[in-house]
């Protein structure tokens, strides 16, 4: 069992800021890639954007130079995603997604979170 728990979204006017969180706990041996999508009413989820257990990142196009993706130093298992400069056409609902292993006999899977939702408005 894997549980992510995210925290952190919220309303906020247009050039605001927030930082999301997202927690993994459960059966985690080694995590691979830590991940925010997002999903506006009417449309698919997308990538917003990646980190990998080396650090390496990837954004958007929409979100770059906007939104910081990183990991906790002191807890590997938890991942962030600053938002600055908000639009409102960033409000949507943020889900957290984790590709991890539970055991070195098993291979990788996928977990989402529950979602956060983020509103962009004055």
């Known amino acids: 069992q894997v549980q992510l728990v995210e925290s952190g979204g919220g309303l906020v006017q247009p050039g605001g800021s927030l930082r999301l969180s997202c927690a993994a706990s459960?059966?985690?041996?080694?995590?691979?890639?830590m991940g925010w999508y997002r999903q506006a009413p009417g449309n698919q989820r997308d990538l917003v954007a990646t980190i990998t257990s080396g650090g390496s990142t990837n954004y958007a196009d929409s979100v770059k130079g906007r939104f910081t993706i990183s990991r906790d130093n002191a807890n590997k298992n938890t991942v962030y995603l600053q938002l600055n400069t908000l639009k409102p056409e960033d409000t949507a609902v943020y889900y957290c997604?984790?590709?991890?292993?539970?055991?070195?006999?098993?291979?990788?899977?996928?977990?989402w979170g529950q979602g956060t939702q983020v509103t962009v408005s004055s």
């Open positions: 459960g059966s985690i041996f080694s995590i691979y890639v």
């Open positions: 997604n984790v590709l991890l292993s539970s055991s070195r006999y098993e291979g990788q899977k996928s977990y």
